[in-house]
């Protein structure tokens, strides 16, 4: 069985920086951010850890095409994906985290 995968963006409190990531287990990937079990990570060392977008996907290959997909697009780009599915950037930890 293919297992399935998702990207995601994350940014701080300030929404000053983004970061694209994908994973296969999104609500343990959000633990793992806001937790920092990476301390030398990009994402701990720019307080990422506010999930501001998400897409799920049938398979993981899928998944990684997207995010380098979007990980070419610009800031401007990315902003109005993000804008499309969640215009106040709010917080999706606690829906993700709610599954």
């Not at 929404?15 to 079990?37: A, C, E, M, N």
């Not at 401007?76 to 985290?97: A, F, M, Q, R, Y």
């Amino acid at each position: 069985m293919e297992r399935g995968g998702c990207i995601y963006i994350v940014t701080n409190y300030q929404r000053t920086t983004l970061y694209i990531g994908v994973t296969s287990d999104l609500q343990i990937r959000i633990i793992q951010h806001r937790d920092k079990v990476d301390p030398k990570s990009f994402t701990a060392k720019y307080n990422l850890s506010i999930c501001i977008y998400y897409e799920i996907f049938p398979s993981i290959e899928e998944a990684i095409n997207r995010e380098k997909q979007l990980k070419k697009w610009s800031r401007s780009k990315k902003e109005n994906l993000i804008n499309v599915k969640n215009k106040g950037w709010k917080d999706l930890c606690p829906e993700i985290l709610a599954w």
